[in-house]
């Protein structure tokens, strides 16, 4: 899957280690600056890919969800783009103004930091011009559709 153009296509996904392959193609497409807004059911596996995707970027130790932090900076290491990782679960956010008040501005600003953000639908207020959308249908128990789509206003 690595080679393959991942972007404005849906994959349809039969397990978790399928999640991991196409985390790990996303992944390899990153550059740094670029925000993921994550739309998708509960349990649809958004904290899943994530978890995957930071790990393949290069961050150590384990990505837990940030829902009761909200938001959540991570180091980079031995990425010569990406420095840091930003993992905001928005699910108990009215609007994006809450993030404002926690910095996301400045965090979206650095081109050294990935951001990824689960339940973007309630955050719609502060869209970036640019971001990368990723879809996640639950279809059964392990099997998923995921759209990844490059998105420009
Ligand atoms: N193909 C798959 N991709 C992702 N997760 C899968 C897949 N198959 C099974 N799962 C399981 O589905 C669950 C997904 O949970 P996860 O916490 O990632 O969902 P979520 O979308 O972040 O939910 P929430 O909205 O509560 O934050 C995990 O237990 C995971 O093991
Ligand atoms: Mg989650």
Known sequence: MKNNNIFNKEHFIEN????????SALADNIRGGEVLLFFG??????????????????????????????????????????????HIDAYRLNSGKELID???EEILDQTDTVTAIEW????KDIYPKKYIKIEIK???EKSRL????????
Do not use: M, W
């Not at 978790?16 to 985390?23: D, G, R, V």
């Not at 973007?120 to 955050?123: L, S, V």
């Not at 995921?146 to 206003?153: E, G, L, R």
């Open 138 to 140: 639950t279809l059964d």
């Open 16 to 23: 978790l280690s399928q999640t991991k392959s196409l985390a």
């Open 41 to 86: 059911n509960l349990g649809a596996g958004k904290t899943a890919f994530i978890k995957y995707l930071a790990n393949f970027l290069g961050v150590r130790g384990v990505v837990s969800s940030p829902t009761f932090n909200i938001l959540k900076v991570y180091n980079v290491a031995k990425n010569e783009r990406v420095k840091h990782f930003c």
């Open 102 to 104: 926690l910095g996301i």
């Open 120 to 123: 973007a639908e309630k955050i």
């Open 146 to 153: 995921i759209k990844i789509a490059k998105i420009k206003s």
